[in-house]
């Protein structure tokens, strides 16, 4: 698969992936509000090698994605899109490196390009996905594209000396439509008139 954004491409984890893959998911900035710990390489290679499996199997359920670059394909991060029954994913493990360029522009660009993934190529009616309650950043992303906070999931992992809740977020295919419809000739033109004034 593959998938072209304004600022990354979403494509699949490749073993040429390893170097930098092994440096994102080691990196304990980076992996701060996953409920996993950081990586050893060795742990990194075998993501990896797992990830090649899910995608080499007839009756795939999981897919293992990269976010890269546009310009020179280098990984900037990750995400897991888990199918549940026919109609729903769980999005997670969501990971950028802390050193891409143009973080943010690039988390909103891969988050819509998994929404599109999850909808468009797989045709699901819906996916959720959950960050902890104290990542703002996510939060304010998930909330910015449109998602609905659905729910709290108490003391969910162990990480710092402390328990942490995570919020959970949902999102509807037919909601999914509305964003990506043009405005209407009314809507337009009911905008024009709010900046404007009559005439």
Known sequence: MYRRGRFVVLRELVPADLDRAAEMWGDSEATHFLTADP???QEAEEAL?????????????TYHLAIAQHDDDTLVGSVVVRREGKSSA?????VLHPRARNLSLAGADAAQL???????????????CMCR??????RRLYLGLGMQEQGLFREVDF????WHNHLVFDWLAPQWEERRRPPSPRREKTGELLRNGPR
Do not use: I
């Open 39 to 41: 990586m050893t390489r």
């Open 49 to 61: 090698r797992h990830a090649a499996l899910s995608a080499a199997s007839s009756r795939r359920r």
């Open 90 to 94: 769980y999005v997670h493990s969501f």
């Open 114 to 128: 998994t929404a599109a993934f999850c909808f468009e190529e797989l045709a699901l009616h819906r996916f959720w």
């Open 133 to 138: 309650e104290d990542n703002a950043n996510a």
């Open 159 to 162: 990480k710092q000396g402390r």
